[in-house]
């Protein structure tokens, strides 16, 4: 399986339709790869707190609109990133959507972790309470967002769940790079599950973005990573890998706190 992430470089002076189109064009040059995977809320910026309230769609929005097309176009997987969506209940959340090759939507999950320390984003958005899974032809996918990478504890219920591949969509700040890349390597290790984590590039609402998504093997070997910059990066991914890992190496056998009930 042939995964590649677009690690999208966020201008705020760059209209956000004429984002998701030139995104959506990015989506299409990959059509080699059966997995294609974009940052976190890349149509506004992660800190562009301010412009939550006005950019938020529903599900269906001109964000899924454009994905789904770009999805279907390419005929590939397509974990859209994340958008702010604003629910039914009129409250907005940080959703992440995955796209089949036929451009329908498989799967919409709502970040559960939200950062901030009672500021920005944990004060202007909803939780999700659920994990989600996606399964594909190849592979089940577990979905996780930026911040959600500090908790462990959601990563092992994916894994419980049936996930072989950690998807993570970021807005990671630069100044904090060094964890990024430190915790996408930790969950692949103790999980014995590949990583795809995806951020964004550049500078956008004056942070300065860490960029250097990476893919992860589950021995903890980073396939392809990139620099700080907008960029595409690209890995094959063994479907078989896991499971050998996991034969030859069995730590998940020998867990004893935190198993699923019976």
Known sequence: MRASLIQVGVDQQEPVNSRRERVASLVRSQAAADLVVLPELWPVGAFAFDAFEEVAEA????????????????????????????????????????????????AQYRKIHRFGFDKGEATLLGAGTDPVTVALPDATLGLATCYDLRFPELFRQLVDAGARTLVV???????????????????????????????????????????????????????????????????????ELVGKVRHSFPVLRDRVLGLPKP
């Open 59 to 106: 599900l269906d929005g001109p964000t899924h609109q454009v994905m789904s097309a770009a999805a279907r176009d390419a005929g590939v997987w397509l974990h859209a990133g994340s958008v702010i969506e604003r629910g039914a209940d009129g409250v907005l959340y940080n959703t992440s959507l995955v796209y089949s090759p036929d451009g329908e939507r498989a």
């Open 169 to 239: 969509p970021a807005g990671w700040p630069a100044r904090r790079r060094a964890h990024w890349s430190l915790l996408a390597r930790a969950r692949a290790v103790e999980n014995q599950t590949y990583v795809l984590a995806c951020g964004t590039g550049g500078t956008h609402a004056g942070v300065e973005q860490a960029g250097h998504s990476v893919i992860v093997d589950p021995w903890g070997e980073v396939l392809a990573e990139a620099g700080p910059d907008e960029e595409i990066i690209s890995a094959e991914l063994d479907p």
